[in-house]
Nanobody
Framework: QVQLVESGGGLVQAGGSLRLSCAASGRTFSSYAMGWFRQAPGKEREFVAAISWSGGTTIYADSVKGRFTISRDNAKNTVYLQMNSLKPEDTAVYYC??????????????????WGQGTQVTVSS
């Protein structure tokens, strides 16, 4: 059974930083692309970032490019999202996802076929 548990969310002022973590279990996640997407109140889910199984490929939404960095530690089955220069519009629930079908790195949120419960990120102005 696939399980993804996010942590690291919280309340931060605009311009601040947070690092999200996602601990995965249930499979050999080093074989799969993983990533993050988010959902703000009243809005649709939005792809944020993804990383290939090896870490050699990373993809970002234009809205976070240059501010967010995704990384992974396959020995720990963990993926991270370092978020810098946070803006109020980054406020959302952030979900960690894994793509267990195919070898390509996701570019949309619906390519993830498993995800966690999410962690709230709130950025105050």
């Amino acid at each position: 059974q696939v399980q993804l548990v996010e942590s690291g969310g919280g309340l931060v002022q605009a311009g601040g930083s947070l690092r999200l973590s996602c601990a995965a279990s249930g499979r050999t996640f080093s074989s799969y692309a993983m990533g993050w997407f988010r959902q703000a109140p009243g809005k649709e889910r939005e792809f944020v970032a993804a990383i290939s199984w090896s870490g050699g490929t990373t993809i970002y939404a234009d809205s976070v490019k240059g501010r967010f960095t995704i990384s992974r530690d396959n020995a720990k089955n963990t993926v991270y999202l370092q978020m810098n220069s946070l803006k109020p519009e980054d406020t959302a629930v952030y979900y960690c996802g894994v793509k267990t079908t195919g070898r390509s790195t996701p570019i949309t949120w619906d390519e993830f076929n498993y995800w966690g419960q999410g962690t709230q990120v709130t950025v105050s102005s």
